[in-house]
Antibody, heavy 122, light 108 residues
Framework: QVQLQESGPGLVKPSGTLSLTCAVSGGSISSSNWWSWVRQSPGKGLEWIAEIYHDGGTNYNPSLTSRVTISVDKSKNQFSLRLTSVTAADTAVYYC???????????????WGQGTLVTVSS | DIQMSQSPSSLSASVGDRVTITCRASQGISNYLAWFQQKPGKVPKLLIYDASTLQSGVPSRFSGTGSGTDFTLTISSLRPEDVATYYCQNYNSVPPLTFGGGTKVEIK
């Protein structure tokens, strides 16, 4: 049973950079899965941010692409998120998730981390 | 981008009631639709994928139908443990992957 665990600072200053890591255990990040970040602002719905494959292939949400970088570290079995120029609107619970897909489709998220709350505040 | 809309945004029903939630895509997505359940303070859980396939371990009182632009999630007999917010998700193409706004289900 794969497990995902997010880690990173819970507080980021406005205009700063949010950096999170998702450690994958019980499975290989080099499997035929895509690995995503999804966020949820307080009391709001779910927003997909970005995804990465172990070969470095990436997809980004067009609404965030100018500020987001997703990366993978196969040696550590983990992937990371970097979001720059953050504002209060980026305050959210950030989840990492594993996705599977059919050829040509997007991902279905079948495993999620517990989520980590990141607050943007001075 | 394909927009996903859900209705109603919230509902209140009695234990044992049949509950139906609707999800509509702004353009056809074949059957590339998933449903998630998120209980208060918890992580989203995959219930259904391919519009109608039950994820392993999900109770059979949950079912999904639809194709193209219109989809439904049905709980055949509502139980107290079904109190949650339900989200649909389109995975027809990427980017972006998009979610509906959610439907909050409460017990009357």
């Amino acid at each position: 049973q794969v497990q995902l665990q997010e880690s990173g600072p819970g507080l980021v200053k406005p205009s700063g950079t949010l950096s999170l890591t998702c450690a994958v255990s019980g499975g290989s990040i080099s499997s035929s899965n895509w690995w995503s970040w999804v966020r949820q602002s307080p009391g709001k719905g779910l927003e997909w941010i970005a995804e990465i494959y172990h070969d470095g292939g990436t997809n980004y949400n067009p609404s965030l692409t100018s500020r987001v970088t997703i990366s993978v570290d196969k040696s550590k079995n983990q992937f990371s998120l970097r979001l720059t120029s953050v504002t209060a609107a980026d305050t959210a619970v950030y989840y990492c998730a594993r996705g599977w897909r059919y050829y040509g489709s997007g991902s279905v998220f079948d495993s999620w981390g517990q989520g980590t709350l990141v607050t943007v505040s001075s | 981008d394909i927009q996903m809309s859900q209705s109603p945004s919230s509902l209140s029903a009695s234990v044992g009631d049949r509950v139906t939630i609707t999800c509509r895509a702004s353009q056809g997505i074949s059957n590339y639709l998933a449903w998630f359940q998120q209980k208060p303070g918890k992580v989203p859980k995959l219930l259904i994928y391919d519009a109608s396939t039950l994820q392993s371990g999900v109770p059979s009182r949950f079912s999904g139908t639809g194709s193209g632009t219109d989809f439904t999630l049905t709980i055949s007999s509502l139980r107290p443990e079904d109190v949650a917010t339900y989200y649909c998700q389109n995975y027809n193409s990427v980017p972006p992957l998009t979610f509906g706004g959610g439907t909050k289900v409460e017990i009357k």
